[in-house]
Nanobody, 121 residues
Framework: QVQLVESGGGLVQPGGSLRLSCAAS????????MGWYRQAPGKQRELVAG???????NYADSVKARITISRDNAKNTVYLQMNSLKPEDTAVYYC???????????????WGQGTQVTVSS
């Protein structure tokens, strides 16, 4: 069984910073892409940032220059450093990992349970 556990969400004032973490655990052969998505009330889930196993990254236009994604492959952990936060960044943030649990098995997507980020004064 694979689990993704997020941490680091909370309430922050506009202009503030937060760092989210997501650790994958369980039977894991290899993790390929990892990423962060978010879903605001009444809106669809959207990609915030992604990172490949080699470190290549991609970001949503709305967060470029404010958010940095990184990963520690030895710890099966992905991070999201968020700076200059805005009220429109308020959402539940979900961690995603594309991984194999065996060498010959398929790559499957796994999701964390989500962590709330609220940006408000």
């Amino acid at each position: 069984q694979v689990q993704l556990v997020e941490s680091g969400g909370g309430l922050v004032q506009p202009g503030g910073s937060l760092r989210l973490s997501c650790a994958a655990s369980g039977i894991i052969f290899n993790i390929y892409a990892m990423g962060w998505y978010r879903q605001a009330p009444g809106k669809q889930r959207e990609l915030v940032a992604g990172i490949g196993s080699g470190g290549s990254t991609n970001y949503a236009d709305s967060v470029k220059a404010r958010i940095t994604i990184s990963r520690d492959n030895a710890k099966n952990t992905v991070y999201l450093q968020m700076n200059s936060l805005k009220p429109e960044d308020t959402a539940v943030y979900y961690c995603n990992a594309a991984l194999k649990i065996t060498g010959t098995g398929p790559i499957r997507n796994y999701w964390g349970q989500g962590t709330q980020v609220t940006v408000s004064s």
